[in-house]
């Protein structure tokens, strides 16, 4: 499902280069919850980058849902991220929507019928516990409440994998524990869920498969 063979990520740095990524090698099976752990710096975002798409990587080589990363063509990569689900720690909600047309936007860019749009929606929102919420604007939401409607949207392709990157990283302990249980709940739907955190707490209240990176290298 996820796969990284001898992956390298090298940025050419201001001074010398940055090696952001050291023989990176993991499998993540359909319907695993997998934590990636590591202090700031250690290459958690460069790792999910790699394997989004959003980047590419120096040398090796990373499968994702059948889909060879490095070989897509500019052409397949949208429809490649149709399969992903992506959460990250700033929301990154528009301001001027409300959650309602936040979460419908990546199926009104498909031009997907506005009756299916308006179901699917509220499925996704049902999901995450802001079917209520639904006219309101992201200003008018708590931290947790907004992290809800980004995951909401991160949903709403019905991704085979979710990727989050420090999604609890601008909430509280009682709010992050929240998200966690949401993901939990996707996950328990057959959604592979795999978190970026330097949150070793949040980590270590869940017993769930844990990979730590350390200056690059998995350890
Ligand atoms: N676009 C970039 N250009 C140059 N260096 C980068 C870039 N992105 C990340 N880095 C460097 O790569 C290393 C890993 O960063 P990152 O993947 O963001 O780590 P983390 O998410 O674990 O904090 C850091 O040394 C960072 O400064
Ligand atoms: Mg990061």
Redesign the pocket.
């Known amino acids: 499902m996820i796969e990284f063979s001898h992956a390298y990520k090298v940025?050419s740095?201001t001074t010398s280069p940055?090696h952001?990524l050291k023989d990176i090698n993991l499998r993540i099976e359909k319907g695993e919850f997998v934590f990636l752990t590591?202090p700031?710096?250690?290459?958690?975002?460069?790792?999910f980058k790699l394997l989004s798409a959003y980047d590419r990587p120096t040398s090796g080589k990373i499968c994702v849902s059948g889909f060879d990363v490095n070989q897509m063509t500019s052409q397949q990569i949208p429809y490649f991220r149709r399969h992903l689900g992506v959460v990250y720690q700033d929301f990154r909600l528009l301001r001027q929507r409300t959650v309602f047309e936040n979460v419908a936007l990546p199926l009104e860019i498909r031009r997907e019928r506005s009756r299916y749009i308006k179901a699917r929606v509220e499925e996704v929102l049902e999901q995450v516990s802001l079917f209520h919420k639904r006219n309101e604007y992201p200003n008018q939401l708590s931290g947790g409440e907004q992290q809800r409607a980004s995951i909401a949207r991160a949903l709403i392709h019905h991704p085979n994998v979710l990727l989050a990157d420090e999604p609890t990283g601008n909430l509280d302990p009682e709010l992050a524990r929240e998200i966690v249980a949401i993901f939990d709940k996707i996950n328990a739907q057959g959604t592979t869920v795999f978190i970026?955190t330097h949150d070793h707490e949040l980590v270590k209240s869940r017993s769930r498969r844990t990979i730590e990176?350390k200056d690059?290298a998995i350890v």
């Open positions: 940025y740095g940055i952001a590591g700031s710096g250690a290459g958690k975002t460069t790792l970026a990176l690059g």
